[in-house]
């Protein structure tokens, strides 16, 4: 396996998965939205267990960068040089560069960039979670901020955001289970087929996290998800 998207923000802005290829452990992406080639990684090399349930994500505040597994710290980066996240306003390719993906790169995406395992419970803040939040968070306490929250407890082809925000969203071939961490969930596959693979899109995010998370200005973010995977690696 080389790398399985679990979160991902196109035109290069944050990322979380694990990493196969390069760390065999979880890793969290930004890029700097005055230059999007320039990105920061952290990452933990930890194995994949099969059925295990693990809470992982990223905080953000423009100088650092940092990467919770189960509630404690685990890698982190505090020399990032006043980065701004990339507001995904520039751009040339078609919707998927302004949307967010669960469980896979992009629509395209297959095989070595998908998801192969149970996602539960996907939450964005629009501020950069303290450690002591992100410990209550993993112990189901909610922090204040949230942006978009998906418990991904709907059997339907659509998922609502839960923060009251409106950002719904899709979902492609992706299997409703009441295995969940939290209540029900969605199972992903890493299939070989390049438009048969599964996935969640939540359209259109841009317009609100550009003005009111404020990618350009602001420089903080916090995403969470639980995961489980379907094999050992």
């Given at each position: 396996i080389w790398?399985s ?5 196109p ?7 694990w ?5 065999d ?6 890029w700097?939205q005055?230059?999007p080639t320039?990105?920061?990684a952290v ?5 994949l267990i099969?059925?295990e ?9 423009g100088t650092f960068?940092g990467l919770?597994?189960n509630?404690?710290l685990?890698a982190?980066n505090n ?9 995904n306003?520039i751009?040339c390719?078609g ?5 967010l993906?669960?469980g896979s790169k992009?629509?395209?995406?297959y095989?070595?960039l998908s998801w192969?395992g149970?996602?539960d419970?996907?939450?964005i803040?629009?501020r ?8 209550d968070?993993?112990?189901?306490v909610t922090?204040s901020?949230?942006?978009g929250?998906?418990?991904l407890?709907e059997n ?7 923060s009251?925000n409106g950002f719904?969203?899709?979902v ?8 969940g961490?939290?209540?029900?969930a969605?199972a992903?596959?890493d ?15 841009s317009?609100?996290?550009s003005?009111?998370?404020d990618f ?9 998800g ?6 050992d690696?």
């Amino acid at each position: 396996i080389w790398d399985s998207y679990v979160l991902f923000k196109p035109k290069y802005s944050f990322l979380l998965g694990w990493a196969g290829w390069s760390h065999d452990g979880w890793e969290c992406n930004v890029w700097n939205q005055s230059n999007p080639t320039q990105k920061v990684a952290v990452w933990k090399t930890r194995p994949l267990i099969k059925d295990e349930w693990v809470h992982v994500g990223c905080v953000f505040n423009g100088t650092f960068l940092g990467l919770y597994i189960n509630g404690t710290l685990v890698a982190s980066n505090n020399t990032v040089p006043n980065y701004k996240l990339q507001n995904n306003t520039i751009g040339c390719c078609g919707d998927e560069y302004f949307d967010l993906f669960i469980g896979s790169k992009n629509q395209y995406a297959y095989n070595n960039l998908s998801w192969n395992g149970t996602t539960d419970d996907i939450r964005i803040y629009n501020r950069s979670l303290s450690a002591l939040e992100v410990t209550d968070l993993y112990n189901t306490v909610t922090p204040s901020g949230l942006i978009g929250w998906w418990t991904l407890d709907e059997n339907a082809s659509k998922v609502t955001d839960h923060s009251n925000n409106g950002f719904n969203g899709s979902v492609y071939r992706a299997v409703y289970t009441l295995s969940g961490r939290v209540n029900s969930a969605y199972a992903f596959s890493d299939n070989d087929e390049p438009f048969n693979h599964t996935y969640i899109r939540i359209n259109h995010l841009s317009p609100y996290v550009s003005n009111t998370l404020d990618f350009v200005n602001g420089s903080q973010i916090s995403y969470f998800g639980w995961f489980k995977s379907n094999k050992d690696l």
